[in-house]
């Protein structure tokens, strides 16, 4: 049974970084895109970042391209968000997600397109 487990969020100040990490079981890690999605109350769950099953592609929404950067190790089964210049609008919970792909460079940004997704960390951004 395939599982996503996400850990490092915290309440830091705004400036401040953060990484997060999502551990994966249960699943060939190395075919699925990974991607980070994120969810602020009284709002909808909003893509953050993708990167490919290779590593080589990567993807931002623009709220966070120059500050946050995806990154994954196949061999731990694991991907990466480091978070810098950290602002109060990143408050949010941060899931990742899993989704398989065919082509070594494929992505995906909607929320609907994945399949497994882990539990969520809290991250609080104060100002």
């Known amino acids: 049974q395939a599982q996503l487990v996400e850990s490092g969020g915290g309440l830091v100040q705004a400036g401040d970084s953060l990484r997060l990490s999502c551990a994966a079981s249960?699943?060939?890690?190395?075919?699925?895109?990974m991607a980070w999605f994120r969810q602020a109350p009284g709002k909808e769950r909003e893509f953050v970042a993708v990167?490919?099953?290779?590593?080589?592609?990567?993807t931002y929404a623009t709220s966070v391209k120059g500050r946050f950067t995806i990154s994954r190790e196949n061999a731990k089964k694991t991907v990466y968000l480091q978070m810098d210049s950290l602002k109060p609008e990143d408050t949010a919970v941060y899931y990742c997600a899993a989704k398989w792909v065919a082509n070594t460079n494929a992505y995906g940004v909607g929320a609907n397109e994945y399949r497994y997704w882990g539990q969520g960390t809290q991250v609080t951004v104060s100002s």
């Open positions: 990167v490919s099953r290779s590593g080589d592609t990567t």
């Open positions: 249960g699943l060939t890690f190395n075919i699925y895109a």
